[in-house]
């Protein structure tokens, strides 16, 4: 039996280094990261931090202090949040009433993104799965080994299916403890939007009301984030608006329904649909681009989205890829994305196996295994931006990856990544067609690429940390290494 790891020691560590509870706003965490709000970075020791025994890294982002602790992530958010208190908890309902009390705003993309994270993150894990089962069912259905009429693969598929169809509720109660409102709220608002009678009405073309030549028509927000986003930022300005004047005994039946009422009208009659016609152009357009000048996007998409990856600034990218698959079924930018990954998860594995340094093996086969399964920070953090050529390596590969993934105009039809993400490149249509090859082409280049660079050039035993990186100079930080 594997014994469970205490991480009190490092909770500790970690809240005492970044200027103790007084300085700690809240906190909250994305596959890899601790995001804490602090009142006052300067306050932080970073590179004490950086020295704890689980810590891989810091960045500073968005307004965020990131410790990166890799894939034990969550089991460390989990002490330091009992170290903390609950309180200190942004996706707690009591940590997020005043969700800027305390808080030096950032800029307003890095406020957004910071929402994002937060609203998007908590749901990345069970959007891969389910594409990941809808891809396989796609293949045995392909291949004519299960029927679609047969109840296995109505189960199946109501499994796959049903964090996508059900989205507008899950982001719902994930952006509305983000943002301070009520998530249970929020969730019945997402459920307003996603009611059967709704899009049944949406699929024949309905209005629910007309004003003279003004239509308002139903929409289908099965798949749908942004909407529920705003609808949730809403609920919590107009939450406090409402508390602000109605008598306390009356807040727990008329507060919800005030919000329910205003928020649900307001989605379904004006934000929603306005937000449904951008995301579709957003979407069209950016398949447009992405099919009229392929080689190109792949190439520079490739060769540059692990850098967003650093900062934490892919965040913003992933509702880009949600909203190609909410709106066309499909997206060939997460195509070229996938190869990002593989290639980072080639790169490590060639130091693993190259490098005699127990140590470096360990953390590097582990690290490969992350990034094959589509969670690059570890491999980027732990190995590859210690060993700058290593994380070079990889951007090589990912370039030609991406360059090969965007000429042959390989779509994907799911949202899971890299190798693991295979069957999202499986036609739900036709089964397996071009793109499937294409992916398989694109990552065995990416694959070797990746690998042979970082293996002869990238990487050996005789290299030291310190002297092959210099750290991204962060704003009101001191240039460290590692």
């Known amino acids: 039996m594997v014994k469970q790891k205490n991480y009190e020691p490092l909770a500790k560590g970690i809240i005492a280094h970044v200027g103790g509870q007084e300085n700690v706003d809240s906190v909250i965490h994305c596959f890899t ?55 200190f908890a942004q996706d707690s309902e009591e940590g997020t009433v005043d969700e800027n009390q305390g808080r030096k705003r950032g800029n307003p993309l890095s406020e957004l993104i910071g929402v994002i994270t937060g609203a998007v993150s908590p749901v ?46 899950i982001i719902g109660f994930t952006a509305g403890r983000r943002l301070g409102a009520d998530p249970i709220v929020t969730a019945v608002i997402g459920g307003v939007i996603a009611y059967p009678t709704i899009l049944t009405a949406a699929g024949k073309g309905s209005d629910i009301m007309s004003i003279g030549s003004l239509h308002f028509p139903f929409v289908t927000y099965t798949y749908t984030i942004f909407p529920m986003i705003l609808a ?15 008598p306390t005994y009356l807040q727990l039946i ?8 205003v928020v649900s009208t307001i989605t379904l009659l004006i934000t929603g649909p306005v937000i449904t016609w951008l995301a579709d152009g957003l979407a069209s357009g950016i398949a447009w681009s992405l099919q009229t000048s392929g080689w190109v996007s792949g190439l520079l998409i490739g060769g540059l989205y692990q850098i967003l990856v650093i900062f934490g600034l892919h965040w913003g990218v992933v509702p880009l890829v949600a909203n190609d ?44 295994i992350s990034a094959f399964c589509g969670v690059t ?99 009101g930080s001191k240039q460290r290494s590692a």
């Open 33 to 87: 990261r601790l995001r804490f709000y602090l009142k006052d970075e300067g306050l932080a020791e970073t590179e004490k931090v950086q020295k704890l025994d689980g810590v891989i890294d810091v960045m500073k982002s968005g307004g965020q202090y990131q410790v990166i602790i890799g894939n034990g992530v969550k089991d460390v958010y989990d002490a330091v949040i009992d170290e903390l208190g609950s309180a």
């Open 124 to 169: 990345v894990g069970v959007l891969a799965a389910g594409g990941i089962l809808k891809g396989l069912l796609a293949m045995f259905t392909g291949f004519h080994w299960m029927s679609t009429s047969g109840n296995l693969y109505m189960l199946l598929n109501a499994m796959g299916d049903s964090a996508f169809f059900f989205l507008p509720i």
């Open 232 to 246: 949730a930022w809403m609920a919590a300005k107009l939450t406090k608006w409402v508390k602000s004047w109605l």
């Open 254 to 261: 008329f507060t919800p329904l005030i919000v329910i009422l």
């Open 325 to 368: 698959i909410a709106t066309t079924g499909h997206s060939y930018l997460n195509a070229i994305i996938c190869q990002t990954m593989i290639a980072q998860g080639a790169a490590v594995l060639a130091v693993a196996i190259k490098s005699k340094k127990t140590g470096l093996k360990e953390i590097s086969f582990g690290s490969a």
């Open 377 to 475: 920070e570890p491999a980027i953090y732990g190995v590859n931006l210690r060993y700058r050529r290593v994380f070079i390596s990889g951007l090589i590969g990912s370039a030609v990856g991406g360059f090969i993934t965007g000429l042959l105009h390989v779509n994907m039809w799911g949202f899971a990544g890299s190798l693991i993400g295979f069957p999202s490149f499986v036609n739900p249509k036709i089964g397996i067609d071009a793109s499937f090859w294409g992916f398989i082409i694109a990552s065995a280049v990416s694959l070797i690429v990746g690998f042979v660079i970082a293996y002869t050039w990238g990487y050996n035993d005789k290299m030291e940390t310190g002297k092959e990186i210099q750290r991204v100079q962060q704003p």
